[in-house]
């Protein structure tokens, strides 16, 4: 099977900047795209960050200019540097994976168990 795992959240005052990192691992054949998204308490999930095949980028205008998605396909990782944090930012933040398992014909989505991030004073 595959399993996702993140890491690096924590607690950060206002203006301060957390790594997160995901490591795919498990039986699948390639990954199409990685993502990240967060959830705050009794809000909706929401999309943060996305790359795809060919380290094309996309951002969610609240986080443009502020964090930056990037990926190691030897490493089967992705990071999300997050600088200039805001309470607004508080969330645990899910990794996402689009990618082929192993035999298989199409592609699925995969998720991490998430990591808390809490910015805070």
């Known amino acids: 099977q595959v399993q996702l795992v993140e890491s690096g959240g924590g607690l950060v005052q206002p203006g301060g900047s957390l790594r997160l990192s995901c490591v795919a691992s498990?039986?699948?054949?390639?990954?199409?795209?990685m993502a990240w998204h967060r959830q705050a308490p009794g809000k909706e999930r929401e999309w943060v960050a996305t790359?795809?095949?060919?380290?094309?980028?996309n951002y969610a205008v609240s986080v443009k200019g502020r964090f930056t998605i990037s990926r190691d396909n030897a490493k089967n990782t992705v990071t999300l540097q997050m600088d200039s944090l805001k309470p607004e930012d508080t969330a645990v933040y899910y990794c996402?994976?689009?990618?082929?398992?192993?035999?298989?014909?199409?592609?699925?989505?995969?998720w991490g168990q998430g990591t808390q991030v809490t910015v805070s004073i």
């Open positions: 790359i795809a095949s060919g380290d094309i980028t």
């Open positions: 996402n994976a689009v990618l082929r398992v192993r035999w298989g014909t199409t592609y699925n989505d995969f």
């Open positions: 498990g039986s699948f054949s390639s990954i199409n795209a």
